[in-house]
């Protein structure tokens, strides 16, 4: 089954202590990102990857870190998470060709304390 | 400033009244505009993609325009299943591949 897999679905943590959420997709997409979700602002933009090794800065990346070493993966990194990361989080690919049509994960729910 | 507006912001229909969704963009040079649903605590799921003014499309009870300012998703004779958050997004003929601007959504609900 096609998919794009997020985990974990929620995280509780702490400020300042480094978490990684991971983001993986069996369609063999060139094009991943990731979103938050805040109430009110909608979807937004953090990073996105062309290819592997070619990542790009969306609306909001500042706190967060990727890396795309490998096709089918693309984790979201924050290294000193703060509250105003708390947020929904989802993960998206597509093809390079065709209808540039997103497939998104189930979302992580994050909350830093 | 948004590059991507939506109205209204919430709609609440009864069944079978059918309406419209807007979508409006600020910057020219459009090179595609998507629509997708979104049902409370999942992903959003892809409903259409359109790239040229006077296109159309439509799946169900669904049906995307656009012109060269808007789009709209006309929902005919709605049903409770079709209440949702519906979301504009477009990308840009100047910027990168996979840049994409979402719009702040509309809350679409229908009551038997």
């Known amino acids: 089954e096609a998919q794009v897999t997020q985990n974990p679905r929620y995280l509780i943590t702490v400020t300042g202590k480094k978490l990684t959420v991971t983001c993986s997709q069996n369609?063999?997409?060139?094009?991943m990102s990731w979103y938050r979700q805040d109430p009110g602002l909608g979807l937004r933009q953090i990073y996105y990857?062309?290819?592997?090794?070619?990542?790009d800065k969306g609306d909001v990346p500042e706190g967060y870190k990727v890396s795309r070493k490998e096709k089918r993966n693309f984790p979201l990194i924050l290294e000193s998470p703060s509250p105003n990361q708390t947020s929904l989080y989802f993960c998206a690919s597509s093809s390079a060709t065709g209808e540039e049509k997103l497939f998104f994960g189930s979302g992580t729910q994050l909350s830093v304390l | 400033e948004d590059q991507v507006t939506q109205s209204p912001e919430a709609l609440r229909l009864q069944e079978g009244e059918s309406s419209s969704l807007n979508c409006s963009y600020t910057v020219s040079g459009l090179r595609g505009l998507f629509w997708y649903r979104q049902d409370p605590g999942k992903g959003p799921e892809f409903l259409f993609t359109?790239?040229?003014a006077g296109e159309e499309k439509e799946k169900e009870r669904l049906k995307a325009t656009l012109t060269k300012k808007e789009s709209f998703l006309h929902i005919t004779a709605p049903k409770p299943e079709d209440s949702a958050t519906y979301l504009c997004?477009?990308?840009?003929?100047?910027?990168?591949?996979?840049?994409?601007?979402f719009g702040r959504g509309t809350q679409l609900t229908v009551w038997p």
């Open positions: 369609m063999n997409h060139e094009y």
């Open positions: 997004a477009v990308t840009y003929r100047g910027s990168t591949l996979g840049r994409l601007y």
């Open positions: 359109l790239y040229s």
């Open positions: 990857s062309m290819n592997v090794e070619v990542t």
